[in-house]
């Protein structure tokens, strides 16, 4: 049943452009008002539910919230962003690409917000899964883990090897 409903949710799925315009856009979310402001209306006006879209509309909640003026705004958009997350691994927690937004989230998470239980969990996972996931993936992994101080440097070098 469970690969039923994947299936059907990678036929409904946004075009390969739009994933990729999506995983730009994350990358560079993070870096400033305008980007997150960005990142999140794009994901916010896709009409697609896959647990991957889903993920990203999760993130771009998150990303949203660190540039509001109001703490309760913030709040909110947090709490539904990480709900989103979750939600997404719920459907498909075998997605590397959801288990790598899932950690980039949580490793930019002020510790204080306590959403970062599952660090480790999503390191260990990349790191099992990380020859079988797409190349449009792995880059985006490598292009991360430089930044990362939950992968070890020898995880790191067998990454790029």
Do not use: C, W
């Not at 999506?22 to 870096?31: G, T, V, Y």
């Not at 705004?73 to 937004?101: M, N, P, V, Y």
């Not at 480790?120 to 797409?134: K, L």
């Amino acid at each position: 049943m469970k690969s039923l409903l994947i299936l059907l949710f990678v036929f409904a799925s946004v075009s390969q452009k739009e994933l990729n315009e999506i995983r730009l856009s994350f990358k560079e979310a993070s870096s400033n008002e305008t980007s997150a402001t960005n990142f999140y209306n794009m994901v916010q006006s896709i009409d697609d539910n896959s647990p991957l879209v889903l993920a990203y509309d999760g993130a771009g909640e998150v990303i949203y919230s660190k540039f509001l003026d109001s703490k309760a705004d913030k709040l909110s958009h947090f709490k539904t962003g990480t709900s989103r997350l979750e939600e997404a691994i719920e459907i498909d927690s075998d997605d590397i690409e959801i288990r790598f937004i899932r950690l980039v989230i949580q490793e930019q998470t002020p510790g204080f917000l306590g959403y970062n239980d599952n660090i480790d969990d999503d390191v260990s996972f990349i790191m099992d899964n990380f020859v079988r996931s797409s190349e449009n993936v792995k880059t985006m992994i490598l292009d991360y883990i430089d930044s990362s101080d939950n992968f070890t440097p020898e995880q790191k070098n067998e990454l790029k090897n």
